[in-house]
């Protein structure tokens, strides 16, 4: 994995819109769990969580081949601070104090990863 400075983050910065768009599924999954079994708008959400789960694996399987997988699965710990913001757009979640300390170390946990790994 040889890339330097702007390659690098370039990557970086592909990689987290594939795991934004990835946990985008969750929410039509969500979504769905308000609707009744089968109806319309269950079908419907249902339908985009397959697509956006397609899409998603599709994008993965280019990515990784820029990355050594354990930089690139470390990084899949972003879903949890992209689900943090998902439950409070769509569903008036609130994020607690808790919430913010361990998505910081998830953070940091990434941020050294990605420093050290190729």
Not at 13 to 33: D, E, H, N, P, R
Not at 96 to 110: E, K
């Amino acid at each position: 994995m040889e890339f330097e400075g702007f390659n690098k983050l370039k990557y970086i910065i592909l990689l987290q819109f594939i795991i934004m768009f990835y946990t985008l599924s969750g929410v039509m999954a969500k979504k769905a769990s308000f609707t009744n079994f089968l109806s319309k708008e269950f079908i419907f959400y249902y339908a985009l969580e397959i697509v956006i789960l397609g899409i998603y694996a599709i994008m993965w399987q280019q990515i990784i081949k820029k990355f050594s997988i354990s930089v690139a699965y470390a990084n899949k710990g972003m879903a949890i601070l992209w689900s943090l913001l998902w439950s409070m757009i769509f569903f008036n979640e609130s994020i607690t104090v808790n919430n913010i300390i361990g998505a910081l170390i998830i953070l940091l946990g990434i941020g050294m990863v990605n420093k050290n790994g190729e």
